[in-house]
């Protein structure tokens, strides 16, 4: 299994568990979460992953990671 595949459980696993909360924006809190606790390399692999189609990301994931992409965009 590659890395970007083990990012993509990672980041979906947490989706999974952040959307049904009730009361929860859970893109956002995906998006706190993987800015929070993930080292940067990782950070930056799933971004690169999104960059490049995000193949098996679920949407709420997407929508977080490109959250992430478009914060690190405007802190430059």
């Keep these: 299994m ?7 459980i990672m980041a979906n696993q947490m989706g999974r568990f952040f959307t049904p909360q009730r009361g ?3 893109v956002a809190a995906i998006a706190n979460h993987i800015g ?11 971004v690169a992953h999104l960059a490049a189609g995000g193949a098996g990301l679920d949407e709420p994931v ?3 990671v490109g959250r992430l992409k478009e914060a690190k ?3 430059r």
């Design 2 to 8: 590659s890395a970007d595949n083990r990012l993509v």
């Design 24 to 26: 929860v924006d859970s």
């Design 36 to 46: 929070r606790f993930w080292d940067p390399r990782m950070r930056a692999a799933i």
């Design 62 to 64: 997407r929508e977080a």
């Design 73 to 75: 965009e405007a802190a």
